[in-house]
């Protein structure tokens, strides 16, 4: 749990495999994670990606899943890298 603590990771692309890896990142507890994505969040993304809602909408991908993300947590570090 120590080195998994100290590890940081690099997840490009925010949609829905994205989100589930953050999704376990953060489960798992590692240290930091750089989340990168380009798009924005549009209503088809909402069925597939366990992070976003309708209100997150027009939003970057990157910035919405890392939000909520950091909800699973708060001590790992979810860094969103948009566009």
């Known amino acids: 749990q120590d080195a998994l603590a100290r590890t940081r990771i690099a997840v490009v ?3 829905a495999v994205g989100n589930e890896v ?3 990142l953060a489960l798992l ?3 930091a ?3 990168l994505d380009f798009d924005t969040v549009e209503v ?3 069925t597939r990606s366990v ?3 309708e209100s997150d909408v027009g939003a970057p991908k990157a910035a919405a899943v890392a939000a ?3 909800d699973v947590d708060p001590r ?3 860094t969103p890298v948009p566009g």
């Open 22 to 24: 953050v999704k376990n």
């Open 76 to 78: 790992v570090r979810i």
């Open 68 to 70: 909520r993300a950091a």
């Open 13 to 15: 692309g925010a949609g």
């Open 29 to 31: 507890g590692v240290g």
């Open 44 to 46: 088809h993304n909402l």
């Open 33 to 35: 994670v750089d989340l």
């Open 51 to 53: 992070f976003l809602r």
